[in-house]
């Protein structure tokens, strides 16, 4: 079972040094769920939906591999930039919101750069969905 993920939701990446938050932005009449916009998983679009997690520290990150050579291979954060192009998997089979699988805490969202990108709080306590 998995609790539905709600605008504010905390976020981390696995290549990002800190925590993020999750932007609900609904394409027609919002649906709440424990008082804020219910999400997703169509809702993974970079600074619309995934705010930054500070710094970038994979070398995969063209601008972190510039500056991780430049400073003669001593790694070398950059600013994130999350780039998902793909939605968040594997989303709710029973639940839809707007015609799209609703938003479970346990997707997960891949960045082109290898960062996995994880639910920490869902935003929402109390709906609890299946599947």
């Known amino acids: ?3 539905q993920v709600t605008t504010g939701a905390a976020l981390v990446c696995s290549f990002g040094i800190a925590p ?24 993974n679009k970079p600074m619309a939906n995934v705010a930054p997690f500070g710094m970038c520290t994979t070398l995969t990150n063209p601008q972190v591999a510039a500056a991780t050579s430049a400073a003669l291979g001593v790694l070398t ?3 994130c930039l999350p780039v998902t192009t793909a939605p968040w ?3 709710s089979t029973s639940v839809l919101i ?3 699988p609703a938003l479970g805490s346990t ?13 920490t709080a869902p935003g ?3 709906t609890v969905m299946t599947g």
Do not use: E, K
């Open 1 to 3: 079972m998995s609790i």
């Open 20 to 43: 993020s938050t999750l932007t609900v932005v609904p394409t027609g009449p919002p649906v709440m769920a424990g008082g804020a916009p219910a999400a997703t998983v169509q809702d």
């Open 77 to 79: 954060p950059q600013p």
């Open 89 to 91: 998997t594997p989303g």
């Open 98 to 100: 707007g015609g799209q």
């Open 107 to 119: 997707c997960t969202l891949l960045c082109q750069w290898g960062g996995t990108i994880t639910i």
């Open 124 to 126: 929402s306590a109390t």
